[in-house]
């Protein structure tokens, strides 16, 4: 299975600074149809996960600009330009590429 | 709306067996993959299990494989989990999630129902 490998686990942020996670993959999530099946979720307390970022970069409806996703291969980031106080939950990244699909650790966003 | 609401979830006895269902309304059902991801409380999330839009083909994790169902009546919108010879380690909260082409991603989520398995 590929491993999903995200760091920082904890990331205690203050608000209006930016924040910024990794995710790092086993093996490379470029797909042969040529696309890279990696996406980012946002998981707030007491509520299912929800689709912030899809193949790396794009965002999904209704996400704030604010949220960035980067990377190719093997290695990933999420940044966030200005955290928010509604931002403060777990981020997952999961990729689809190879089956069965994973999912990092996640990282859990904290105000200071 | 697009919504996916899931049902069934309760408290089982190692080895028992639980039915888990997920209501899908506000989209074609019939046109969408689905998937099972389980939750432990308090910690990540494992996919579980996927079926294609007619529910002619089916994939389940190693650690579900042979004991869990998949199944979806797209007459009823509403997608299955059966699960059978239930363990202490399949304690979990489980979503239903709808799988977009397009987004290459799973783009709606259910609320979830928690599954306790313990004597």
């Known amino acids: 299975d590929i491993v999903m490998t995200q760091t920082p686990l904890s990331s205690p942020v203050t608000l209006g600074q930016p924040a910024s996670i990794s995710c790092r993959s086993s093996q490379s999530l470029v797909h042969s149809d040529g696309n890279t099946y990696l996406s980012w979720l946002q998981q707030r307390p007491g509520q299912p996960p929800r689709l912030l970022i899809y193949k790396i970069s794009n965002h999904f409806s209704g996400v704030p600009d604010r949220f960035s996703g980067s990377g190719a291969g093997t290695d990933f980031t999420l940044k966030i330009s200005r955290v928010e106080a509604e931002d403060v939950g777990i981020y997952y990244c999961?990729?689809?590429?190879?089956?069965?699909?994973?999912f990092g650790q996640g990282t859990k966003l904290e105000i200071k | 709306e697009v919504q996916l609401v899931e049902s069934g979830g309760g408290l089982v006895q190692p080895g028992g067996s639980l039915r888990l269902s997920c209501a899908a309304s506000?989209?074609?059902?019939?046109?969408?993959?689905m998937h099972w991801v389980r939750q432990v409380p308090g910690k990540g999330l494992l996919w579980v299990s996927r079926t294609n839009s007619d529910g002619s083909t089916t994939t389940y994790a190693d650690s579900v494989k042979g004991r869990f169902t998949i199944s979806r009546d797209n007459a009823k919108n509403t997608l299955y989990l059966q699960m059978n010879s239930l363990r202490a380690e399949d304690t979990a909260v489980y979503y239903c999630a709808r799988w977009s082409g397009y987004y290459g991603g799973m783009d709606v989520w259910g609320q979830g129902t928690t599954v306790t398995v313990s004597s």
């Open positions: 999961m990729q689809a590429t190879h089956f069965p699909y994973t």
């Open positions: 506000g989209f074609i059902f019939s046109s969408y993959w």
